[in-house]
Every structure is written in structure tokens, then in C-alpha cells.
């Protein structure tokens, strides 16, 4: 069972940045692939990016590309979201996910391709 924990969000105001680190648990990090999802007060679930496992490639949601960047280092089993050029929209509990198993890239950002979730950290973004 992978067990995730996040941390890093909190509060600041537009324009700004936080980063966000999300600690894995198990021997096999590197095979997972690692992706974040916010979730706003009313609003369904949304993806915001994953890394692919190993290759170093990442997908992004059109509303953060050129301001978020995902990362991953494999020897601390741990994924970063490095958040720019914050706005107000970005106000949500980000929460990361982690896929074990083999699949398309396709499904990816759908919640329901990852087998474990991390509790979310709060990202505030103040006008």
C-alpha cells in the first residue's frame, strides 16, 4: 500500500509561488507514475499534472501550463509542483496521486486511473 503525505501549500497572494512536495512511501517509486489534482470548494476534481515514471515526461492541464512545473526525484520518493505566477483560480486543496500499474497515458488524468491519494495540502491564493 502506497502512502502519500503533502506538504508545502498555504497562503499568498497573486503573482506568487509556492512549491509542493508530496513524500512516497514503498521501494518502487520510480515505476509510479505521479500526478497532483486540485480540488475547489463546489467544483469537481480537476487534474493538473502528472510525471511519467522514469522518462522524465510530464503532461499539464491547458490552465496551468507555463506556470506550473512537476518534478520528481526518485531518491526521496518524492514529486514537487513548483506553482508561478499564481491567481486567485488557483485556490483549491491540492492533493497528489500515485498509479503502480502499467497504463496509457490517455487516462492519466482522470482520478479514477490512480490507486492511492495523499490527505491534500490547502493553496490559498489571496487577490
Known amino acids: 500500500q502506497v502512502q502519500l503525505v503533502e506538504s508545502g501549500g498555504g497562503l499568498v497572494q497573486a503573482g506568487g509561488s509556492l512549491r509542493l512536495s508530496c513524500v512516497a512511501s514503498?521501494?518502487?517509486?520510480?515505476?509510479?507514475?505521479m500526478g497532483w489534482f486540485r480540488q475547489a470548494p463546489g467544483k469537481e476534481r480537476e487534474f493538473v499534472a502528472v510525471?511519467?515514471?522514469?522518462?522524465?515526461?510530464?503532461d499539464y492541464a491547458g490552465s496551468v501550463k507555463g506556470r506550473f512545473t512537476i518534478s520528481r526525484d526518485n531518491a526521496k520518493n518524492t514529486v514537487y509542483l513548483q506553482m508561478n505566477s499564481l491567481k486567485p483560480e488557483d485556490t483549491a486543496v491540492y492533493s497528489c496521486a500515485a498509479r503502480t500499474l502499467s497504463i496509457s497515458g490517455t487516462y492519466l488524468a482522470r482520478p479514477s486511473a490512480y490507486d492511492a491519494w495523499g490527505q491534500g495540502t490547502q493553496v490559498t491564493v489571496s487577490s
Open positions: 510525471a511519467y515514471r522514469s522518462s522524465g515526461s510530464a
Open positions: 514503498g521501494p518502487s517509486f520510480s515505476s509510479y507514475y
